[in-house]
């Protein structure tokens, strides 16, 4: 049975055409988007690593060696059986740093950008042959089905096939972020083809050529020599060797690594695919000694591993026999696909960038997309004239172990990452090139027929069928012990034992709490323009901030320092880790530090360590529940307290301290003092930088209420705390003041209400009587001097009993006792109604009275004893201005202060009285006009009030005329005006 070339070829595009479907319908958005994040779809998706295997490589080496095939599915099921001790660790450093291929890994952790490119030429020399295992399936399986057909001229039509769609499916954009989520569902779906194709010819067979299970037993029976025993003693060294490479390849091939790791959607779903992948190969690893023994039985003639084809030819079905051919198809294509699209990715970060970094490229998503589309052709073409060359040459058996065997040198590399901190570059990199020569020089160039060293230099011992595995094992152990002897007698970079605390397991490395160059994320755009260009400067700076869920612009230095984190991150992903992190290091750096060194990031062990809460145990958890328990204690002191670093920058702010200042700890832990409002700025950066330790009974006015605070400091510093800084407390003395207030003035009250009952009891009553006397002189006579004479008594009678009430109401003022409850004064209504009140007067004399105070301004008072305040200062200015002269009232914020000015146009105050005007019984106007007690009274009462009063005089220097008596008062400001983050400040 045979086909047209035309039509096989029509039907590999058509089946390639639905792949591509599949995937752009998914990045679409369509409802097959929704099955992408499904566990099934992701193990379907690991289906990958069987590759052409699965449906001939299998099937040759069952018939060559038994049930030795299960090896290559044995081992890497074991792998991720142990995915929690070894494959959740590179998940877990690969999602947090970015890390989209093994040579991103090697670069991280080892800190060499020659680690990268050394993994990356090893991958790309092992993966030939594997990719030339596909192509030599491919067209060797199209041979049989269009035997005119010359197999040249398929390989080359397959290949050209497999780069547009590769290219088509993985660089239709670079993708900076996210997955191919199209790309998953596509191989998920080669994946089930595969298996679908395999369960049914072996049913076909169970039951078409043997007759069930019963029809089997029998032939088995029977076949006294049969040509496949299906047996295998299990010291079979090969065996061994295949187990091994299997079990490195779910970390060391590069389509498995980007499906196992940069394509995973959740840890989750990595769980399921633990078990889900195995039992995914035991589905497809039961038709091959069905598919080997149904070709025995109907005596097939085509080579061994192409017994899935002859089977199909031999039962006379031609949609069997298509169905297979797309199976063998569907194989080779998806792990060509996938194994190109990830060593392109590897080449481009580790080989090409390190070379070129597209500095001068308008658009470097767009440059990076047409390198990256280039490399895929350039690996395939390579890979072509790999086949053409050597691979023809060759089964599929041994070029599959020479690909593995090649891969196989990068697992004590990963497992280093993993297990061995003390590991270091130099170790790896010796390791590998000793590894990677013996693998050279004893399996590629005898394979090749290129050059046999092993003959040439007379040892007993020579490369061929039989001994692959010794030389395997040879290659393998030469390396380990050479990166375990380098590594030890080597020392390691600070920067290596950093990246190897951060990939060990459980490790928790404790960064620098260091100041960086930049201010602000805007200085971020401007530094990354120069490499990356401003527009993809811009977007990188954003999609970081937009991931750490940062405002737009940001100031504060820990927050700072978490975002280049994550632009590291987010480049390491785009460009690889080495370039982003000489990028980063270049482009964002630290100042210098002071002193010798710089404090650790406690902010950030604070954050893993809550990332960890779960998972500590024993001791390790013991300790951080102590640590839990002091960070609650301080965060619940009903002192507020904060600490401060040696540079300023906030560490710790307690629950007090955002009750009392009205900020909350994720506005300023992390930011500098200088961010916060001014009047806690300047409070206590001055008392964090002075000599004091104590600071008593400083007024601070908050929300238009003055505050009264004790401010308590104490260093930390010392053998177990070197990064120093200091600890603040700040007591809220506020209650025991308005007590202490309260006190003095019931004791001045005291003395000040005996001496007025004793004056109105010894000067009262005889002024009464004084009067009483000269009313009834008035009665008795008609005189006119003794009548006037008797007026006047009467008026210095009234003018003493005046005095008497200002220094009653004097004795009164003060009272702190009413500061509790106090309310919002409206600063214009007080004026209008002092004004109003002294409108009623004769003495106005054709004055014109001025408010311009704000509608809005207001303090926190006594409205009626702010009004008396007016009164006298109005009166005073009044009886100072000349006939028809105008006194102006004006009133502003100043800060959290409210200013009120009253001018007037007078003659001014001499310079020599302005210190005595406020003191009882001193007075500037004229004989019997005044007691001297007015503007005691308003200073009195300002006090009461927590404000100030001043004179300014002359209020107009260019005249020499006018007085200006300003006021200051706590402005009221209500309580829910929290007023702006600190970030917004700064």
């Known amino acids: 049975m045979s086909f047209s070339a035309p039509g096989l070829l029509l039907a590999s595009l058509l089946y390639l055409i639905l792949l591509f479907g599949i995937a752009w319908a998914t990045e679409r958005g369509t409802l097959l988007r929704q099955w992408v994040r499904h566990p099934l779809v992701y193990t379907l998706s690991l289906g990958v690593y069987a590759g052409i295997w699965a449906v001939y490589g299998a099937v040759g080496m069952a018939a060559d060696s038994g049930f030795g095939f299960l090896a290559y599915y044995l081992g890497i099921s074991g792998a991720f059986l142990l995915a929690p001790v070894l494959l959740n660790p590179i998940l877990r450093i690969g999602r947090a740093y970015q890390l989209t291929s093994l040579a991103d890994l090697f670069a991280y952790r080892y800190r060499s950008q020659w680690a990268g490119t050394l993994v990356t030429l090893c991958s790309a020399a092992a993966i030939l042959a594997l990719l030339s295992m596909q192509i030599q ?71 078409g050529v043997f007759g069930g299970t019963g029809g089997l037993e029998i032939w088995l029976a029977e076949e006294t020599q049969p040509k496949a ?51 995914y190969l035991l589905l497809i690893g039961l038709p091959v000694p069905l598919i080997v023994w149904g070709g025995q039985a109907l005596g097939v003639t085509v080579p061994p591993a192409f017994f899935s084809i002859g089977v199909a030819q031999a039962l006379g079905s031609p949609i069997l026999t298509l169905l297979m051919y797309i ?32 500095r001068d490229q308008g658009d470097i998503y767009r440059w990076l997309q047409w390198v990256k589309r280039l490399l895929i052709a350039v690996i395939l073409f390579m890979a072509l004239l790999f086949h053409e060359t050597i691979g023809q040459h060759l089964n599929l058996s041994i070029l599959g172990a020479i690909s593995l065997t090649g891969t196989l040198q990068l697992l004590p590399g990963v497992l280093g990452v993993i297990y061995w901190p003390e590991g270091n570059r130099r170790g790896l990199i010796a390791g590998l090139l000793t590894g990677l020569t013996i693998w050279l020089f004893t399996l590629v160039l005898p394979f090749s027929y290129t050059l046999d060293l092993l003959s040439f230099i007379g040892l007993p011992i020579t490369t061929g069928y039989d001994n692959w595995h010794l030389l395997t094992f040879f290659s393998l152990t030469a390396n380990i012990s ?35 160059l930049a201010a602000s994320s805007n200085d971020f755009i401007q530094q990354l323009a120069e490499p990356l260009g401003i527009n993809v400067s811009r977007r990188e700076v954003n999609r970081a901030l937009t991931q750490l869920k940062l405002p737009n612009t940001e100031f504060r230095p820990y927050q700072l320092r978490r975002l280049r984190d994550q632009i590291e991150v987010n480049l390491s992903g785009l460009l690889g880790p080495s370039v982003a992190r000489d990028m980063v290091k270049r482009h964002l750096g630290f100042k210098p530090m002071n002193h010798g060194g710089t404090g650790q990031d406690i902010r950030y062990v604070e954050r893993a360590l809550g990332d960890y809460q ?52 994720d506005e300023v832990v992390g930011a500098k003092l200088m961010a916060l409002p001014e009047h806690w700025h300047l409070l206590l950066d001055d008392f964090n930088l002075g000599n004091d330790l104590h600071r008593y009974k400083h007024r601070l006015d908050l929300r238009g209420k003055p505050h009264w605070l004790n401010l308590h400091k104490a260093a930390l510093n010392g053998p177990d705390h070197a990064e120093g800084g200091s600890i603040i407390l700040v007591e809220d003395q506020t209650e025991t003041r308005l007590l202490e207030d309260e006190l003095m003035h019931s004791e001045r009250l005291a003395s000040v209400g005996r001496l007025a009952a004793g ?17 009834n002189l008035k009665l008795e006579t008609d005189n006119p001097e003794i009548l006037e004479t008797a007026d006047q008594i009467q008026q210095q009678t009234r003018r003493i009993s005046t005095i ?115 003191e009882p019984f001193y007075t500037t ?19 009461e009030h927590y404000g100030n009063i001043q004179v300014e005089s002359p209020a107009n220097k260019q005249s020499g005329n006018g007085t200006c008596m300003r006021l200051r008062l706590p402005a009221y400001e209500p309580d829910t005006d929290a007023g702006s983050s600190p970030n917004e400040r700064s």
């Not at 696909?337 to 070129?356: E, F, Q, R, W, Y």
């Not at 004056?759 to 009313?775: C, W």
């Open 804 to 918: 008497l009430q200002s220094l009653m109401n004097f004795s009164r003022t003060g009272n702190h006792a009413q500061a509790n409850r106090y309310e919002p004064v409206s600063i214009h209504r007080c004026v209008e109604e002092s004004i109003n009140l002294l409108s009623l007067s004769e003495k106005n004399m054709g004055i014109q009275y001025l408010n311009e105070c704000p509608q809005d301004l207001q303090i926190l008072g006594d409205e009626q004893r702010l009004v008396q305040v007016f009164v006298n200062l109005l009166a005073n200015a009044r009886d100072a201005s000349p006939d028809g002269g105008t006194i102006r009232v004006s009133g502003k914020l100043d800060g959290y202060s409210a200013i009120i000015e009253v001018i007037d146009e007078g003659s001014g105050i001499p310079a020599e009285q302005q210190d005595h005007i406020f």
């Open 229 to 279: 025993p299906m047996a295998m003693a299990i010291n079979d060294g090969s065996w061994r060797a295949l187990l091994l490479m299997s079990f490195a390849a779910s970390l060391v091939l590069p389509h498995m690594y980007h499906m196992t790791f940069s394509e995973n959607p959740s840890p989750r779903a990595l769980a399921k695919a633990s078990w889900g992948f195995p039992l």
């Open 137 to 207: 399936a491919v067209s060797m399986s199209a041979s049989l089905l269009a035997p005119d057909t010359p197999p040249k001229v398929i390989s080359i039509m397959f290949s050209l096939i497999v780069v547009l769609f590769a290219m088509l499916f993985g660089a239709r954009r670079h993708q900076t972020s996210g997955n191919h989520q199209g790309l998953v569902l596509a191989i998920a779906f080669d994946s089930l083809v595969k298996v679908a194709a395999l369960l049914v010819l072996g049913g076909v067979i169970l039951f």
């Open 614 to 665: 779960n998972q500590l145990t024993g001791l390790a958890g013991e300790l951080d529940n102590l640590r839990r328990h002091y960070r609650q204690t301080l965060q619940n002191l009903p002192i507020p307290a904060c600490s401060v670093g040696e540079d300023g920058e906030i560490l710790m702010w307690n629950h007090a301290m955002e009750a009392l200042t009205g900020i909350s700890a």
């Open 759 to 775: 004056v109105a009891h010894e000067i009262g009553n005889p002024v009464t009587g004084i009067s009483s006397l000269a009313q």
């Open 482 to 516: 050479i990166f375990a002897l380098v590594s030890i007698l080597s020392p390691a970079s600070p920067e290596e034992t950093s990246a190897a605390q951060a990939c060990s397991v459980g490790a928790l490395s404790r960064p620098q709490r260091r100041e960086l």
């Open 327 to 358: 199976a063998g198809l569907s194989a080779a294509s998806g792990l060509m696909i996938v194994s190109t699209l990830a060593l392109a990715g590897m080449v481009l970060n580790h080989v090409v960038l390190p070379l070129k970094t597209p």
């Open 925 to 943: 106007k004229a004989p019997n006009k005044g007691t001297g007690l007015g503007l005691s009274l308003v200073y009195s009462i300002v006090e």
